[in-house]
């Protein structure tokens, strides 16, 4: 297969999980059952690994001062944006949501995700107090998806870069209502705004 023919099938099979994905939410809704039709519809895009290889798709280089990358994979299009993430080990994100819904499938390599719930009565829109609910770590045959209020933090943990999946109902720079969850002070800080643009820590 020439690199004009592999990307003519990557494009063809893009658009089909988002054709897939936008029918799923407008019979489901957004629920946590289409968010588990979405997390099996990405699944079967990510065994097609050979057309979303590192080899096309690569991490940052070791000594670049970078430790994600990510890849828009339907650019320019609004209302559903799919990427593909590369992380380098050890790398991590705080505490945060995503202002709209989520699903993240591995093609390579493993990512734990620690999911949250607030215990404060969230009367101080600065501060929050969070406790671990529980850990999920994402690999291939382990996806995770996430509401647009619920609370997760990534840690790539290994010797492996990691190449996944990340699915959203909107792109992630439009998303104005992201919140941070500092774990140190229970500061809440918007996270677009504090965190995207850091080549230290991963997002997503």
């Known amino acids: 297969m020439t690199s004009t023919q592999k990307e003519q099938h990557r494009r063809a099979a893009v658009q089909a999980l988002l054709a897939d994905a936008r029918g799923i939410v407008e019979e489901d809704g957004l629920t946590r059952a289409a968010l588990e039709r979405l997390s099996a519809r990405l699944a079967t895009l990510a065994t097609q690994a050979g057309l979303f290889d590192a080899a096309d798709f690569p ?5 670049s001062g970078d430790t994600s990358v990510r890849y828009r994979l339907n650019p320019g299009e609004e209302g559903f944006a799919l990427y593909l993430n590369s992380l380098l080990p050890g790398k991590t994100t705080i505490p945060h949501n995503h202002d709209t819904w989520a699903v993240i499938v591995a093609v390579e390599g493993e990512e734990l995700n620690r999911v949250y719930r607030r215990v404060d009565d969230g009367a ?9 609910a529980h850990e999920v ?68």
């Open 59 to 63: 991490p940052p280089q070791l000594n």
């Open 137 to 204: 770590l994402v690999r291939p045959g382990t996806p995770i998806a996430f509401l647009p209020e619920d609370i997760h933090s990534i840690h790539v943990n290994g010797s492996a870069p990691t190449l996944h999946f990340h699915l959203y109902g909107r792109p992630l720079e439009t998303l104005t209502g992201r919140l941070g969850f500092e774990p140190d002070t229970g500061r809440v800080v918007r996270y677009n705004a504090e965190h995207m643009k850091r080549a230290t820590q991963a997002v997503g």
């Open 124 to 132: 101080d829109p600065d501060r929050a107090q969070l406790e671990v």
